[in-house]
């Protein structure tokens, strides 16, 4: 081997080494990029997986109150459906009375009255079916009364008239006044 062909030789192998180097130093700097790369990655995908998660919980909370949200209103309704069909029937048990009854209970609405005379009036079918001691047991509940000749039209109980005082104690006035009072003591019962 001659002078130029070990200079060729030499150059060759300071090449091949500084090609070495080169692609070493390359080779760590991509592992490098792809260590970074990867811990990146790693950091977007557990973000987006949290927050992935996060907003499955709050969908799953959301459907939940949704659901009991009907489900307690499907109770209300239910039992708001009950204590007025419980209301109805108490009505329909006062006006489905015998006479007796049904006037004994027309008595005792009397005793709650805030005034002690006056005129009573009544609907169609009760005056027809008065009994003969009816403004004797009125006073006998506190309150002088004279019997209104014209019927009203209320279902069941009377109006009582004493001047500009009117007191409207009508069944189902009556019921309507004590509702609050009626659907606790309904629900009380119906609903343990």
């Not at 792809?34 to 927050?51: H, M, N, P």
């Not at 009854?101 to 005034?115: C, P, R």
């Not at 002690?116 to 008065?130: A, F, M, Q, S």
């Amino acid at each position: 081997m001659n002078g130029g062909d070990k200079i060729l030789s030499r150059i060759k192998a300071d090449c091949d080494k500084a090609v070495s180097a080169i692609m070493s130093e390359a080779d760590s700097k991509c592992a490098e990029i792809i260590s970074q790369a990867e811990i990146q990655a790693k950091k977007v995908s557990d973000s987006i997986s949290d927050k992935t998660d996060a907003k499955v919980k709050q969908i799953n909370n959301s459907s939940k109150s949704r659901c009991e949200l009907k489900i307690r209103n499907s109770l209300l309704t239910q039992r708001r459906k009950e204590i007025d069909k419980t209301i109805d029937e108490v009505l329909k048990y006062l006006l489905s009375q015998n006479d007796s009854e049904y006037f004994s209970y027309i008595y005792k609405l009397a005793k709650t009255l805030n005034v002690n005379e006056g005129t009573v009036y009544l609907n169609k079918k009760d005056l027809e079916r008065l009994p003969a001691d009816f403004t004797d047991n009125f006073k006998k509940s506190g309150v002088n009364v004279k019997v209104g000749e014209n019927p009203v039209e209320i279902t069941g109980g009377f109006i009582l008239k004493n001047g500009n005082i009117e007191e409207n104690m009508a069944f189902d006035a009556v019921i309507m006044s004590k509702r609050d009072v009626l659907e606790d003591i309904i629900s009380r019962e119906l609903f343990k």
